[in-house]
């Protein structure tokens, strides 16, 4: 987390050890963009392990070419 893109809309597991969150379509210095040029919001979740979110991972049911 906390990437030079925008993260935003989090949302919490009942346990408060999951956390789903916004982000542009940017991952380890990776930046997509589809078809167009545009750099797309996608949802990520994240696990919270001695007090560190790790295990950043899109969502599978994201698009990520739209048409």
Request: aromatic share 14%.
């Amino acid at each position: 987390m906390n990437e030079k893109y925008h993260e935003s809309s989090i949302s919490f597991s009942p346990d408060n050890k999951t956390i789903y969150f916004t982000r542009n379509n940017y991952n380890e210095g990776d930046y997509k963009v589809d078809k167009d040029g545009y750099n797309k919001l996608k949802i990520y979740k994240a696990d919270l392990v001695d007090d560190n979110w790790i295990n950043i991972k899109e969502l599978p049911f994201v698009v990520t070419n739209i048409l």
